[in-house]
C-alpha cells in the first residue's frame, strides 16, 4: 500500500524566503509528526498533530515554524523568513496509534531543504 | 547531555563479522525502545522494538537494562546490505514523539 509521501523531495530557498513543505500521511493514521534532521545527526522531533489537533509543538525552533493539519489528514509545515541554520531534511511520520500509546512510526521520504 | 547517546562510528567490518552498538538514554522516564536503521539518503526504518527481557529476530539480536538505562544490538553474519545507519531511538511515558540517537554507521566491507 501506499506509504508516507512529501513534497518538494527538494527545496532550495534564499535567504529571508517563506516555504512550505507538505505530507501525506498513510490514510487513515491518527497521528502525524515532523522532525528536523541535520546532517549527521538523528531527527529531532518538532510537533506532533492527533487528527486535526496540534498536541505538541515544543520542539519547533522559532515563531517562524508553522504546521497544520486543518482536516486531520494532510499536513504542511511553513518556515517564515527562511534562514541558513534551517537547512536540513524535514521528515514527516505518521502512525496509526493515538496520544501517549508510543510505537512504530512511518517515515516519509523527507524533503531537502536547503537555504542560500 | 544529549537524551540518548550513541558511539557515532564508523563501524568498518569484514561480510560475515559480529558487531555490537550500544546506547545509553538519560531519562528514566522512557518506556519504548526500539532500533531504526537509515541508510543514505533515505529515511528512518524499523529494524526492531527492544523488549526487557532481550529479543531476537533472525540475525539481529537487541538487549534492554533499565537499571543502566542502556540499549544493545548485535548483528551476526553481518551482510553487505547490513551497510547503513542505525539509531537508537526511545519513547517517553506519556507521549507519542521519539527521540532519536545521532546514529551509528556500520560499513561491511567483502
Known amino acids: 500500500g501506499a506509504g508516507v509521501s512529501q513534497s518538494p523531495r527538494y527545496k532550495v530557498a534564499k535567504r529571508g524566503q517563506d516555504v512550505a513543505l507538505r505530507c501525506d500521511p498513510i490514510s487513515g493514521h491518527v497521528s502525524l509528526f515532523w522532525y528536523q534532521q541535520a546532517l549527521g545527526q538523528g531527527p529531532e522531533f518538532l510537533t506532533y498533530f492527533q487528527n486535526e489537533a496540534q498536541l505538541d509543538k515544543s520542539g519547533l525552533p522559532s515563531d517562524r515554524f508553522f504546521a497544520e493539519r486543518p482536516e486531520g489528514s494532510v499536513s504542511t509545515l511553513k518556515i517564515q523568513r527562511t534562514q541558513q541554520e534551517d537547512s536540513a531534511v524535514y521528515l514527516c511520520?505518521?502512525?496509526?496509534?493515538?496520544f501517549g500509546r508510543g510505537g512504530e512510526q512511518f517515515f516519509g521520504p523527507g524533503t531537502r531543504l536547503t537555504v542560500l | 547531555r544529549k537524551e540518548v547517546e550513541q558511539d557515532p562510528g564508523p563501524f568498518n567490518v569484514p561480510e560475515g563479522a559480529t558487531v555490537a552498538f550500544n546506547c545509553t538514554y538519560s531519562?528514566?522516564?522512557?518506556?519504548?525502545f526500539f532500533w531504526y536503521r537509515q541508510d543514505c539518503r533515505k529515511e528512518p526504518k524499523l529494524l526492531m522494538s527492544v523488549y526487557s527481557s532481550g529479543n531476537e529476530d533472525g540475525r539481529f539480536t537487541a538487549q534492554l537494562n533499565r537499571a543502566s538505562q542502556y540499549i544493545s544490538l548485535l548483528i551476526r553474519d553481518s551482510k553487505l546490505s547490513d551497510s547503513a545507519t542505525y539509531l537508537c531511538?526511545?519513547?517517553?511515558?506519556?507521549?507519542?514523539?521519539?527521540?532519536f540517537g545521532a546514529g551509528t554507521r556500520l560499513a561491511v566491507h567483502p
Open positions: 531511538v526511545v519513547n517517553m511515558r506519556g507521549y507519542n514523539k521519539l527521540i
Open positions: 511520520a505518521s502512525s496509526p496509534l493515538d
Open positions: 531519562n528514566s522516564a522512557s518506556q519504548s
